[in-house]
T-cell receptor, first 111, second 115 residues
Framework: SQELEQSPQSLIVQEGKNLTINCTSS?????LYWYKQKYGEGLIFLMM?????EEKSHEKITAKLDEKKQQSSLHITASQPSHAGIYLC???????????FGSGTKLNVKP | DTEVTQTPKHLVMGMTNKKSLKCEQH?????MYWYKQKAKKPPELMFV???????INESVPSRFSPECPNSSLLNLHLHALQPEDSALYLC??????????????FGQGTRLTVV
């Protein structure tokens, strides 16, 4: 959706390198979510951020929410081939149950 | 159980056929969603059901007809589809909190091909 801008669109990194994906909303956020998707499959929930300044981590993936900027970043430390896939940010916009996605970031991790 | 189950996984149908996609969850979630995802695009919201009532319809053509027979089941009835309707159809569910964000769980999707 145009309400959620995600960057970069694609990313190729060497195994072991760190990387960051950004998601910016032009509308008020009622929650910001990060999902991972393998091609043609369902979405795997990674993290949900609700409050400004909130930061969550799961294994080597960390996400932060800057509520003032209406922006979130997803950071992967020491990337592995298993991190490859499409990362989607999603947000509840307009109300808590109207849920939209950013355009996605395709990540390849070279061994 | 944090699973959303969608059936069938794959479906091929002709433009004159009538078929249905099914979605089931047993997490007690009272919001359920249908999304359509074309290749290399993010999922697009189609419908939202809240407490078994249709609350959001994102201007979806009438050849797609959603139904929520109970709090655990969500169907999407398909009739007279076009080849451009071929896509991955994703179902999701979430709690219905009045305040605060709701974590949405997604099924694996149904890959629909219209011939």
């Amino acid at each position: 959706s145009q309400e959620l801008e995600q960057s970069p669109q694609s990313l190729i990194v060497q195994e072991g390198k760190n990387l960051t994906i950004n998601c910016t909303s032009s509308k008020t956020l009622y929650g910001l979510y990060w999902y991972k998707q393998k091609y043609g499959e369902g979405l795997i929930f990674l993290m949900m951020l609700q409050k400004g300044g909130e930061e969550k981590s799961h294994e080597k993936i960390t996400a932060k929410l800057d509520e003032k900027k209406q922006q979130s970043s997803l950071h992967i430390t020491a990337s592995q081939p298993s991190h490859a896939g499409i990362y989607l940010c999603g947000a509840a916009l307009y109300n808590f149950n109207k849920f939209y996605f950013g355009s996605g970031t395709k990540l390849n991790v070279k061994p | 159980d944090t699973e959303v189950t969608q059936t069938p996984k794959h479906l091929v149908m002709g433009m004159t056929n009538k078929k249905s996609l099914k979605c089931e969850q047993h997490m007690g979630h009272r919001a359920m969603y249908w999304y359509k995802q074309k290749a290399k695009k993010p999922p697009e919201l189609m419908f939202v059901y809240s407490y078994e009532k249709l609350s959001i319809n994102e201007s979806v053509p009438s050849r797609f007809s959603p139904e929520c027979p109970n709090s655990s089941l969500l169907n999407l009835h398909l009739h007279a589809l076009q080849p451009e309707d071929s896509a991955l159809y994703l179902c999701a569910s979430s709690q219905m909190k009045r305040q605060g964000a709701n974590e949405a769980f997604f099924g694996q999707g149904t890959r629909l091909t219209v011939v």
